[in-house]
């Protein structure tokens, strides 16, 4: 292919483009003119629909008027479709009647019953109706003034016609089915997006209040047990509550931006929940009076958003599930960094440490569930419940997606 042709394609889709984007009127506005110069182009002017057969009568000034009649109106097709084609057809219909020579604007009848059956909205039914006693009366009128044709021929003639329409109903069938479909799809990923919402909202939200409830009991005793450690007490709480609006801030700012706002902000890269973040979800909790042990194997490498995400949840909810159902308990959180997998593994000690994860409900879940549900959107997996020695154990095994450097 040479140069030229590469460089005319692109520019012929741009152009199809634009003219796709142009206003209805416009563009019926131009097939209606192009249709009136081709009715009057000596080598097409015989060509066009014909029922009446009668004797052909010499061209005036009305058979003129006829033809625009059966032309002009198609500017109009698709915003008033039962006027254009009323016109059109009342048009036609005296243009047979007065046995004036076949022109190519007869083939705005075909456009017009296409047009009415794919863009009429209302009174479908009895625009049928009135179009075919229309063409029945044509047809006694025809046969009065002296038609050859036999009831055959207008049958003949009447399934064109009818073809036409049904050309139009098919297509007007099919835009609605996208149109219905397109609409279930804007409503599952509303649905999805506002499970996702309520995921994170339940797992910011629940993790910093617990920690902060536990927090304020402990200072609440320190005052009276060790009033000179009450202060550290209250520096966590306040900790926490300043990390939880940090955290809320972030997902608002997610929530607001769109496009690369939310990935090419380095503010907000920041404050985004990563795997590097994970001591600090330990070490709030180790403020909490719960002992975490913390470990690391492998190397860590910088991950996809989702990944990252996800990996920081599963460790956030399992700390929050041992600080509310096993409180001073030993807990155990491991990271495991492979060239394949990213596996977390978190342990409480003592009794049934948190609920076992249900299986997410139609909404997705949250808590435990929640994440199961995330993580196996990743291909990954996630089990959740007692040990058998005792305790409870959270494990889950994420795909790794570097980032590309």
């Not at 020695?389 to 994420?398: L, S, Y």
Request: aromatic content about 4%; hydrophobic content about 45%; overall charge positive.
């Amino acid at each position: 292919m040479s140069r030229q042709a590469t460089w005319s394609i692109p520019l012929l889709r741009a152009s199809l483009d634009r003219w796709q984007e142009r206003d209805a009127l416009l563009k019926d506005g131009v097939l209606a003119l192009t249709l009136t110069l081709l009715a009057f182009v000596p080598p097409l002017s015989r060509i066009g629909a014909q029922i009446g057969d009668l004797p052909e009568r010499p061209a005036n000034v009305l058979s003129v008027g006829l033809v625009l009649a059966q032309t002009v109106p198609l500017a109009g097709r698709r915003r008033w479709p039962a006027a254009c084609l009323a016109v059109i057809a009342g048009a036609f219909a005296v243009h047979q009647a007065l046995g004036f020579a076949t022109t190519f604007a007869s083939m705005g009848l075909y456009l017009a019953l296409y047009s009415a059956g794919s863009h009429q909205v209302r009174f479908r039914h009895g625009l049928v109706v009135v179009a075919s006693a229309g063409y029945a009366v044509l047809a006694v009128v025809l046969k009065r003034l002296g038609s050859p044709n036999s009831l055959p021929d207008y049958l003949a003639f009447s399934l064109a016609l009818a073809a036409a329409w049904l050309v139009g109903s098919t297509v007007r069938a099919r835009r609605t089915e996208e149109a219905k479909r397109r609409r279930l799809a804007a409503e599952a990923a509303t649905a999805a997006e506002r499970a996702r919402i309520a995921r994170e909202l339940h797992d910011v939200v629940t993790h910093h209040v617990t920690a902060m409830v536990v927090q304020a009991d402990a200072a609440q005793f320190l005052l009276t047990s060790a009033p000179e450690r009450a202060g550290e007490g209250l520096t966590a709480v306040s900790d926490t509550g300043r990390r939880a609006l940090t955290e809320l801030r972030y997902l608002l700012g997610v929530l607001e931006a769109t496009g690369e706002a939310a990935s090419t902000d380095p503010a907000g890269a920041g404050r985004a929940p990563a795997l590097g973040r994970v001591g600090d979800l330990v070490e709030q909790a180790r403020r909490s009076g719960q002992p975490v042990e913390f470990g690391e194997q492998g190397e860590r490498r910088p991950q996809s958003v989702d990944v990252e995400l996800a990996a920081y949840r599963v460790v956030q909810e399992a700390l929050t599930n041992a600080l509310k159902y096993a409180a001073g308990k030993p807990t155990r959180v491991l990271l495991r960094h492979g060239d394949e997998h990213i596996e977390i593994v978190v342990t409480t000690d003592g009794p049934a440490a948190a609920p076992v994860a249900r299986k997410p409900g139609p909404a997705g879940g949250r808590g435990l569930a929640g994440l199961r549900a995330r993580v196996r959107m990743l291909d990954g997996e996630l089990e959740a419940g007692p040990r058998p020695g005792g305790g409870f154990e959270v494990r889950a095994t994420i795909p790794s997606k570097p980032l590309q450097e």
